[in-house]
């Protein structure tokens, strides 16, 4: 199964374009983002990002004692910043997060939806009702909700940005990662639907798909290890962990 995995990616390289416009300032000073799932790995990193360049950053997580630990790791880098836990999936903790950011900074600017659930990992077959709903109820439909909140307060403060966090996998299914993959694959088509509507607003929609990237979210299932050849290319080769 895991050698099916790394001839997939070997297989199927994936052509992304990198738009950025040069013109785009790079100080947040008096932005406020949120940021799901950003305690650890690539949301925290994210938050990290955005703090550096002055917003005051808003992080999540499941778990109280994730959420202050980020905190206390980002104050420590003079990073403004406040969290609180948050299950995107459940409707109560969305409204939590969203009013919360409003009532101690003020409204929103930005929103990283980075939050996502993998509970499945085999054949898509003998995958459940029940994983589906988990996978999609999560990585999808949380990530549109939360957008579907975040605007009006976005829209008040004159436009911003969403950016939502796919996956290489969203183009190129993964072996063993069936239903994920597809959820992955759902957030490129909502990010294509958001983007023009949005976008009368003065809000952007952005989605990016990260790689092959060694976090505790995919080391609990893999262990990932970089291997150099002789012409200097790096060579993905997976092992069980």
Known sequence: MLKAITRCLWSNPVAGRRMMSHHISQNLSGKVAIVTASTDGIG?????ALGQRGAHVVVSSRRQTNVDKAVSLLRSKNIKVIGTTCNVGKAEDREKLINMTVEQCGGVDILVSNAA???FFGNILDSTEEVWDKIL?????ASFLL???VVPHIEKRGGGSVVIVSSVAGY?????????SVSKTALLGLTRALAPELAQSNIRVNCVAP?????????AKYALTLVFSSC???????KSS
């Open 117 to 119: 659930v993998n509970p």
């Open 137 to 141: 109820g999560v990585n999808v439909k």
């Open 211 to 219: 790689g092959i990237i060694k976090t505790r979210f995919s080391s």
């Open 147 to 149: 957008t579907k909140m």
């Open 44 to 48: 925290l990193a994210a938050a990290e």
């Open 172 to 180: 190129q299914p993964m072996p063993a990662l069936g239903p994920y």
């Open 232 to 238: 200097g290319k790096t060579r993905v080769c997976w």
